[in-house]
């Protein structure tokens, strides 16, 4: 595959991701008053790139998992997290952000209170999800309970929460590198990694192939957060569609601690070790390749 | 057991529960850094009836459940879900309260930003904590997803959220008694009964049994929120710890719409019902049926 077969690829996974989550939400929806559920749909649906999913469903059929369908019902719940964080990282006591993807967040649409409701809504939206979507993948019943058990450890005080948590403490602070790589492998690493061990997971794979997409994942997650930080500093707000900017924020950046050169070679080291991960087990995973480099050479 | 016998037992459980507590704070602590980790240990072990894990524990034995320590791991999660609800119904852009318990609510300590992070770290916590207790009782690895299943029910749209919304909305208008059992059997009620299908499920009871426990945990529930607003309406602030009360808050009580009198009539009828469904199966539940009518005759 090449870089126009991955657009292709990306477009295609897009939908099918978006077919889940609209389900999903749907769900979510029935059991709640209009107000809410407009909000978790506006935070849900909104756009992004769904790389989490779309690594989660790419490792589960690279792995040999054949329920394609029930995959993306099992990716949904990654995306589910991730625009928790999102809702939270926006709101006024955060980052009180007016734009996400060039639209307005959800609370400047719905307000506070709603907003937080509507988050705090998903996390248990999405266990619940991993685990009924799960055991009908080869992992089977048993197996769900430990694909679930990374989305909860990822998505709690280990992983994202206590990474949101350093980066508000680093504000207006400068980072020494190493705590710099610590916010960002709980922070978006996380969740990244739990990406591709859920599939895994799902798939019912060995351990030692789980550990090594693991690996990739801890080293893709911060190739992807550098280049966010380089992509920062050489675009302008408007095509990133994000306001306010991380520099506006104050906060460290790799481009503010390395340099724009440096920051560059870093997030290709990165990527070198996530391919060398790859290539230590015996699956075949030529989309997972592609998608490592596509993550540093991405243009949003 | 008689009434004093009662206060003993609850004193006790109330240990136990404090115990695992503190123990899965103290993991939850082990990652997360000291601020965060102080907010979340405020928000739970700040005293408390510690009602629902009571009610989970009990449920467990009475059911015939043998391994008592993993029950209170169990219980636990349950508070946990709990103290992440009072934590977001304390905040500013809900009810702005300064006192819970007679002591100064978590961002009134810890301020707003620390405390949403702490409160929604503590909805994946409680889900890897029941999941990994309810796997060594008697349900096994494949009930413990039953019993989580429950839980993330209960905490999520269908339930507390959905019930802390009603609530919201019905600030400063009159719900009518459909709309403000509605609210409560959301709000509180979902999880009080998921406390006892919970403490069922892990047991390895029969569906039979188990939803009678539901429809006894329906009966309490709505029982304590009305025996909460009597109490509201008949003792001073000051005993109850709370500021500032429903009343001020101008919400819809059951006293407000029923009268003093009718509101503890409706709250003994329930009762009735709640002891109806514990005869009705064929286990022996003595303790059960004396907290039941504890929950409409406790003073505070």
Redesign the interface.
Same mark, same amino acid.
């Given at each position: 595959m090449d870089y126009i077969g991955l657009k292709e690829y990306l477009r295609a996974e897009r939908l099918c991701v978006d077919k889940a989550l609209d389900q999903a939400v749907t769900l979510?929806e029935s059991? %709640?008053?209009p !107000?809410? +559920?407009s909000a978790?749909r506006h935070g849900v649906m909104s756009g992004g790139k769904r790389l989490r999913p779309i690594l989660c469903s790419t490792a589960y059929r690279e792995c040999g998992g054949q329920a394609e369908n029930n995959a993306y019902d099992l990716a949904a719940s990654l995306e589910m997290i991730h625009a928790?964080s999102l809702m939270?990282d926006d %709101?006024p006591?955060?980052d009180d952000a007016e734009l996400r993807r060039g639209q307005p967040t959800t609370h400047s649409v719905f #307000?506070? !209170? @709603?907003t937080?409701?509507a988050?705090?809504?998903l996390?248990?939206?999405a266990?619940?999800q991993a685990?009924?979507s799960a055991?009908n993948l080869e992992c089977g019943? %048993?197996g769900?309970?430990e694909v @679930?058990?990374e989305?909860?450890?990822a998505? #709690? +005080?280990?992983g994202m @929460?206590?990474g949101?948590? %350093?980066d508000?403490?680093g504000e207006g602070q400068t980072l020494n590198p190493k705590e710099l790589d610590e916010l960002h492998r709980k922070k978006t690493g996380a969740l990244l990694t739990a990406s591709l061990v859920m599939g895994a997971l799902s798939a019912a794979v060995d351990k030692e192939t789980v550990s090594a997409l693991a690996s990739y994942g801890r080293s893709v997650g911060l190739a992807f957060q550098i280049t966010d930080d380089v992509l920062d500093a050489t675009q302008s707000a408007d095509l990133l569609g994000k306001n306010p900017s991380d520099v506006d924020l104050d906060k460290s950046t790799y481009v503010g601690l390395h340099g724009l050169d440096q920051a560059k070679e870093h997030a290709r080291e990165r990527i070198v070790e996530a391919l060398s991960a790859l290539e230590s087990i015996p699956i075949d995973a030529p989309i997972l390749s592609i998608l490592a480099r596509y993550v540093v050479e991405r243009e949003r």
């Open positions: 979510i059991e %709640l008053e !107000d809410i +559920a978790i928790y939270h %709101l006591c955060m #307000g506070e !209170d @709603v937080m409701r988050a705090a809504a996390i248990p939206a266990a619940r685990l009924s055991r019943a %048993l769900a309970t @679930v058990q989305l909860l450890e998505a #709690g +005080a280990g @929460v206590g949101q948590w %350093l508000l403490l």
